[in-house]
């Protein structure tokens, strides 16, 4: 038996503690990876590189995977080019391409559910690993009426369609909790919907739900369906 040593690529600093550019597909990233990751793995004896969102997926498919011997597993959360509304059409055929591509040269493929493996090739290995469910202590209001979301205010999980539904529905309470680019014009020009804003502890959030809705454009496994499951919701 020896250690095995595993690089996480992820898309926030604040997982991996890495000092490096929030990844996207630029000059940016591109010379970061070839400057920095790169050599860091090589140098690192690293056994297995796990890319966690497109962007480092891409990167890693088209500049590192036959650069370094690490075998490379690509964990796939969802759908992994942009959804209609977050970019032109142009664009969104373009990332698939260059994502397709990119991943074609990985090893394996971790999905979190069978509607995200179907966007990987099929001459790459994938599995379905659903997340383990989370550990919440805490307790939840067995009354609670109210319709909620709880997400990120963001196009891909579209709140919007959330506030269509409450306004369909005067005689419900929908409350929404989540942060994001969109939650301050949410608020402005959705009264139908109570925006509460980010909260730190999901029990707080479910407490006052009693149905959650997901309208998400593209969602592989949301946790979200998990912590409510857990909490009864």
């Known amino acids: 038996d020896r250690e095995v040593t595993v690089q996480m690529v992820t898309g926030l600093d604040e997982f991996d503690g890495r000092k490096r550019p929030r990844l ?21 004896g690293v056994d297995y590189v796990v890319t966690s969102i497109p962007q480092s997926d891409i990167l890693h498919g088209l500049l590192g995977a036959r650069r370094v011997q690490a075998r490379w597993i690509v964990y796939v959360h969802g759908q992994p080019f942009p959804v209609r509304g977050q970019a032109i059409l142009a664009k969104r055929l373009l990332w698939r391409f260059l994502w397709r591509r990119a991943v074609r040269r990985a090893d394996q493929a971790i999905a979190v559910s069978e509607w995200g493996a179907k966007f990987v090739p099929e001459s790459v290995h994938t599995i379905v690993i659903p997340p383990a469910a989370p550990q919440l202590v805490g307790h939840r209001d067995s009354d609670a009426q109210a319709v909620g979301f709880v997400g990120r205010m963001s196009i891909g999980k579209d709140p919007v369609l959330f506030a269509r539904i409450a306004e369909s529905m005067p005689e419900r309470e929908f409350v929404a909790y989540g942060d994001g680019l969109l939650l301050p014009e949410l608020r402005r020009s959705e009264p139908a919907v109570d925006w509460r804003g980010g909260v730190d502890d999901p029990v707080a959030a479910f407490s006052t739900i009693g149905i959650l809705l997901v309208p998400s454009l593209a969602e592989g496994l949301g946790l979200v369906l998990l912590q409510a499951a857990v909490l009864g919701v």
């Open 24 to 44: 996207k597909i630029n000059w940016r990233s591109v010379r970061w990876y070839h400057s920095r990751f790169i050599p860091e793995v090589v140098a690192g």
